[in-house]
Nanobody, 123 residues
Framework: QGQPVESGGGLVQTGGSLRLSCAASGRTFRSATMGWFRQAPGKLREFVAA????????LYADSVKGRFTISRDNAENTMYLQMKSLKPEDTALYYCASSYSGSWYSPSSYDYWGQGTQVTVSS
């Protein structure tokens, strides 16, 4: 209960686009910072982007800046990650999570995690 639910992953070719969604489940995202992280096989979970639910302020990893856009829909209590110009190195399991304190970049600041949605970019 309270875990967000991700969707929208899939298989795309290099240069393609996908939009990931993260829906609240049994809790509200209000007052939280919501983040997207990704983890490729054999690698650590890494920060992708985050958004303040109250202010709408955003933060991006350098590797996705200019290609990915994070947004939220207050009425639907849903967060999105629009991904464009996808590269094979974007292939990973993408997670959304909520945080109420700490660094936006650090996975340890986030306490409610979804199960992830797989994004695979073929070359």
């Amino acid at each position: 209960q309270g875990q967000p639910v991700e969707s929208g992953g899939g298989l795309v070719q290099t240069g393609g686009s996908l939009r990931l969604s993260c829906a609240a489940s049994g809790r509200t995202f209000r007052s939280a910072t919501m983040g997207w992280f990704r983890q490729a096989p054999g690698k650590l979970r890494e920060f992708v982007a985050a958004i303040s639910w109250i202010s709408g302020s955003t933060l991006y990893a350098d590797s996705v800046k200019g290609r990915f856009t994070i947004s939220r829909d207050n009425a639907e209590n849903t967060m999105y990650l629009q991904m464009k110009s996808l590269k094979p190195e974007d292939t990973a399991l993408y997670y959304c999570a909520s945080s109420y304190s700490g660094s936006w970049y650090s996975p340890s600041s986030y306490d409610y995690w979804g199960q992830g949605t797989q994004v695979t970019v073929s070359s």
